[in-house]
């Protein structure tokens, strides 16, 4: 049973008027009469009712995340840094998945904005620009991996142009010339991203850009492996793959293996994202770390901090890392 | 700016009364008044307040779902079932971690209950169950993997004992006489049923359970692979290991890598839960697959449709089954 305001007055032999001004601890009430009030809410276990306090405009202690795929390992090791900070605030995280359909993710932000949360982490770039508008109107907003042109004015990110960068040099590093590329979803702005630091990194390295040798999947495993074999049908010469994140990477060294080649010994490979499990795989995985739990807390943090009308927009964008381990090694020899 | 009911009647020309009347469909409004409030709800894009709806007495149309860690990936896809069925039933859902903690659950129960959710999922047997019956009181719950003899009157599980059972025959029926253990934590009652299926299988068999062969590690990669290294140290001849899950298992996969055992050459791998990732591993991991979105859909399913007061208790147990892969395989020679 649910303890009322009014279940306190006739506890205390009080008025409901005089149990809220006691409460609130707006207006006079004796101190007799507060000690009376005071051992009755002790006595009933009430607790003062969020719901209600939210109705009269003040925060409800309740902020969302949406995310195209929780079961996908990064968005958990994402949630996780975002719920810290939600927790140290006391505040409860609702967890919305779009499936990486835009239409349902502007469904669930209208959903949210009339269930009055104090506001919203944004995960993903599929919303386009125009409907996130309308549906989070008047409402918190942070967006994390969204590209930069949007209209998001809190923003989080890594830096993934610059990974695909360091992924692809490190490759240059150890002498391959022929590198592929499993990129992400074309339309995905942090997919375009890390396939521009790949490019990129070739021409500065002066070799040949060799567009059969990028294949797009998705950020799956299933996709990594779809992509990988796509690319061995093409029957191009190439002795590494720098993949668009550590599922794919997955899926590409299942292909790898049961097309009857090795790895690193006869095809090196990168990942990007550094999930948890990269370290346990075999080989372990060398990848591009991005900082996930600390771009969950940061978005959190901004959201509850920064993200309110008068404040000045604010975009965030932290370093990523190459971290080494045994699936790329120096070239032996050519294919 | 949000619309309120007091804007519709000043821009329909009509009283508050006479709003609220139309929209709840109770009591006689004109059809002429009817429709000016129609047109007035249109053009000022309003929408029914859900929180002054369950301030007086209705569904907040939200639940929870308590999980340990969001990061090991057997809750994910949990998580993503009882999302699932939310989404279908236009519920939200607010997820909560307990880090393993049980005075963290029972604090985040409460600021659930404060909150008025309409019911929650609570994950594993980490809360006492006194602890957990006032923490709960007046809410609906449903567990999932919670030991049965808990107060709970609404759970599901999955049939922890008998996936002991068959991942134990499975490596006997293979040839394996000398079949160690990496146990979980000794205090969850989810380890014990896997633990407790694997002894009534050895004994079925006719083996010798050597304790020596158990060791009790977490469900986490550094606790597997720290409790093989625990077990080679013990120098006691075994051919084969049943890990507690799947994270277990690659775990133990890279400690017995370090240590030079070939999987499933020297030494034969069982997981338990097939995880997505399961498949992907090298060698891929023979396991004990549980219906884990399942899992989640049917709490969920329970949570909205039975957990209420008056209705009868209901306790589902899912099945599970072997899937076989390539980390175990008939027993070549002794070590």
């Not at 949406?66 to 958990?76: A, E």
């Not at 668009?244 to 010994?265: I, K, M, S, T, Y």
């Not at 060398?286 to 940061?298: K, Y």
Request: aromatic fraction near 4%; charged fraction near 25%; charge should be negative.
């Amino acid at each position: 049973m649910t303890v009322t305001i009014r279940d306190i007055a006739s506890d205390a032999g009080v008025s409901v008027a005089t149990v809220s001004r006691a409460l609130s601890g707006n207006g006079r009430v004796g101190e007799g009469t507060r000690e009376r009030i005071a051992e009755a809410v002790e006595r009933l276990g009430y607790q003062p009712n969020d719901l209600a306090r939210s109705l009269h405009g003040g925060a409800t202690g309740t902020i969302a995340v949406l995310v195209p795929d929780i079961t996908n390992p990064f968005f958990p090791e994402l949630v996780a840094g975002i719920q810290a900070v939600a927790n140290e605030r006391e505040n409860l995280l609702l967890l919305c998945q779009t499936g990486e359909d835009p239409a349902t993710a502007v469904r669930e932000l209208r959903h949210l904005r009339r269930k009055r949360v104090d506001g919203v982490v944004l995960v993903g770039g599929l919303v386009p620009d125009d409907a996130l508008a309308g549906a989070v109107e008047g409402l918190p907003l942070v967006t994390v991996d969204r590209d930069t042109g949007l209209s998001g004015r809190w923003s989080v990110r890594a830096d993934h142009r610059a990974g695909g960068r360091i992924a692809t040099e490190h490759l240059v590093e150890l002498g391959h010339e022929r590198i592929a590329h499993v990129a992400g979803p074309e339309h995905l702005s942090v997919a375009q991203e890390r396939l521009g630091g790949y490019r990129e990194s070739l021409e500065a390295s002066g070799l040949e850009a060799d567009e059969a040798l990028v294949v797009h999947g998705d950020f799956g495993e299933a996709g990594g492996h779809e992509a990988l074999r796509t690319l061995l049908r093409r029957r191009r010469e190439f002795s590494a793959v720098f993949c668009c994140n550590d599922l794919a990477a997955v899926g590409a060294l299942h292909a790898l293996d049961e097309a009857g080649f090795r790895v690193p010994d006869d095809v090196s490979l990168v990942g990007f994202d550094d999930i948890h499990l990269a370290g346990y795989l075999r080989p372990a995985l060398t990848t591009v770390r991005q900082p996930i739990h600390d771009l969950g807390r940061r978005a959190a943090t901004l959201l509850l901090e920064h993200a309110v009308p008068g404040e000045a927009e604010r975009h965030e964008v932290l370093e990523v890392s190459l971290v080494r381990r045994d699936s790329a090694r120096s070239v032996r020899g050519r294919r």
